[in-house]
């Protein structure tokens, strides 16, 4: 059993959770309209992770015998002006989701509720690599632009990245 406070804060992280969801949907439906198969595929795995991330705090919460609250989800922002305006839209978008896990932590850690805090760790840890995976992307981007051969061949990069997301959460979902 978890605190109606800390319930009240999961539940807000699900919906932050299933915001990025629909975040990456959006940028993954941009990068299809302008025919970048690689980068729909990176966004879509991301949306993906993203709901795996919101039913394993939905999960929780039943397990902690506290009530699921779903609310509505904003829309998406509008078209991005290129690949590496959709990348620092992600890079920004990250670090408010870490700022709000370390927020989640510290008010799990307020309350001595280890069970809590113990569970986020995976999501400090997740929010550790997801941003260095998009710095990455985003220093060759900056580097060498987001356009023509550059664009190609980092659309490519992301086609097989996507595919190892896509591996990694299946041999996860299997071990599950
Ligand atoms: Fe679930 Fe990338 O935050």
Redesign the pocket.
Known sequence: MISTAMAARMNAQIN??LY?AYFYLGLSAQAEAANLKGTAAWFMA?HG??MT??LKMYRYLIDQDAAVQLSAVAAPPGEAAGVLDMFERTLA??RE??AA?NNLVDHALSEKDHATSVFLQW?VT??IE?EATVNDILGRLRRFGDQGQALLMIDNELSAIAKQMKQLAASAGAGA
Do not use: A, L
Request: zero cysteines.
């Open positions: 932050r959770e990025s991301k992770e993203e991330h919101s978008h990250e989701v870490t896990i999501f997740e929010q997801e």
